[in-house]
C-alpha cells in the first residue's frame, strides 16, 4: 500500500490545490493532506482555519485524509510509513524551488520519493497568494476557491457579500 503525503501551506487551499490532491488519490491507496504551520510564511488564516478548510474541501475523497505538522516533512513520511511526497507544478517558475526541495528531503531522507502532478490547465496560473490579492480588494474568486473558503475570506477582508 502506497502512502503519499500532499504538503503545503494552503493559504487558503485552491481549486488548483484540489486538482492536485484528487489527481494523487488515484493513483495513491492512500494520500494524506498535511497542512505546514509555516509561520515564516506569515500565513493569512491560522493552521487550525486552513486544516478546516482543506478538511472541507476534500472530504468527497474517500482515501484521503488531512492532518496538520509541524516539522520537517520527512519525518511526518517516515510517521505514517509514507515514501512519496506529491507537489503540484504550475509554470517554469515553480521549478527551481521544487527541485531544491525535493533533492533536499531525498537527501534528508533516501526513501522520500517527490511526484509532480500538473493541475487542469485553468489552473495553471492560479496561486493563494493571487487569490488573497483579489479578495481584498473584494474581487470575483468564485471561479479559484470553493464558496466556504471565499465566505471565510470575505470575513478575514471585512467584505459583506
Ligand atoms: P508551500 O508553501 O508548501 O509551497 P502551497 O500551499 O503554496 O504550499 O502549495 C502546496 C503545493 O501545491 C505546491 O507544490 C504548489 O506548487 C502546489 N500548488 C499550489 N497551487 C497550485 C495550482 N494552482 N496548481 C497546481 N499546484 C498548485
Do not use: W
Not at 502506497?2 to 504538503?7: E, F, M, N
Not at 474517500?62 to 509554470?91: M, P, Q, T
Not at 470553493?146 to 477582508?157: A, G, T, Y
Amino acid at each position: 500500500m502506497k502512502t503519499a503525503l500532499y504538503p503545503g501551506t494552503f493559504d487558503p487551499i485552491t481549486y488548483g490545490h484540489i486538482d492536485i490532491a484528487k489527481r494523487a488519490s488515484q493513483i495513491f491507496n492512500r494520500v494524506i493532506a498535511v497542512v505546514a504551520e509555516n509561520p515564516s510564511k506569515n500565513p493569512l488564516f491560522s493552521v487550525e482555519e486552513r486544516l478546516e478548510m482543506v478538511t472541507e474541501s476534500l472530504m468527497d475523497v474517500k482515501n484521503l485524509e488531512v492532518i496538520r505538522y509541524d516539522g520537517l516533512i520527512v519525518d511526518c513520511l517516515r510517521e505514517n510509513n509514507g515514501s512519496v511526497i506529491i507537489r503540484g507544478l504550475r509554470a517554469l517558475s515553480d521549478f527551481e524551488y521544487e527541485f531544491q526541495m525535493a533533492y533536499t528531503n531525498r537527501n534528508l531522507y533516501s526513501v522520500a520519493e517527490t511526484v509532480f502532478f500538473m493541475p487542469s490547465s485553468k489552473y495553471t496560473y492560479l496561486s493563494s497568494t493571487m487569490v488573497k490579492q483579489i479578495g481584498r480588494l473584494n474581487g470575483a474568486i468564485s471561479d479559484f476557491v470553493p464558496d466556504h473558503v471565499k465566505m471565510r475570506l470575505q470575513k478575514k477582508f471585512s467584505i459583506s457579500s
